[in-house]
């Protein structure tokens, strides 16, 4: 059973900062992807960031979405099995309910909700102007 659990949501002033925290058990971390989605009430679940390694080789590969490239960072650390989001420079516009993915379907698109396999209860990150 693949659990996936969110912490480090918050409340942050625009231009603050706040690391997510992805906590996976049950999940062979060295084989896949990960991924981080963002939901806001009413408009679909959109991708932020995700993380291919290449299973146990030393090919390591990170996605984006255009709206957050060079003020968030997803990183792995799979001695812990934990990924993370380092989000920087945070904007109003960022607000959502934060999710967690795991397991990319084979070729699928990462930015695409429906091709994950497991997800997280997210966690909320609210940024004020």
């Known amino acids: 059973q693949v659990q996936l659990v969110e912490s480090g949501g918050g409340s942050v002033q625009a231009g603050g900062s706040l690391r997510l925290s992805c906590e996976s058990s049950?999940?062979?971390?060295?084989?896949?992807?990960m991924g981080w989605f963002r939901q806001t009430p009413g408009k679909e679940r959109e991708g932020v960031a995700a993380?291919?390694?290449?299973?146990?080789?030393?090919?390591?590969?990170?996605y984006y979405a255009d709206s957050v490239k060079g003020r968030f960072t997803i990183s792995q650390d799979n001695a812990k099995n934990m990924v993370y989001l380092q989000m920087n420079s945070l904007k109003p516009e960022d607000t959502a309910m934060y999710y967690c993915?795991?397991?990319?379907?084979?070729?699928?698109?990462?930015?695409?909700?429906?091709?994950?396999?497991?997800w997280g209860q997210g966690t909320q990150v609210t940024v004020s102007s």
């Open positions: 993915a795991a397991d990319l379907v084979y070729g699928g698109n990462w930015y695409g909700s429906y091709e994950w396999n497991y």
């Open positions: 993380l291919y390694n290449g299973g146990g080789s030393t090919y390591y590969a990170t």
């Open positions: 049950g999940y062979t971390f060295s084989m896949n992807w």
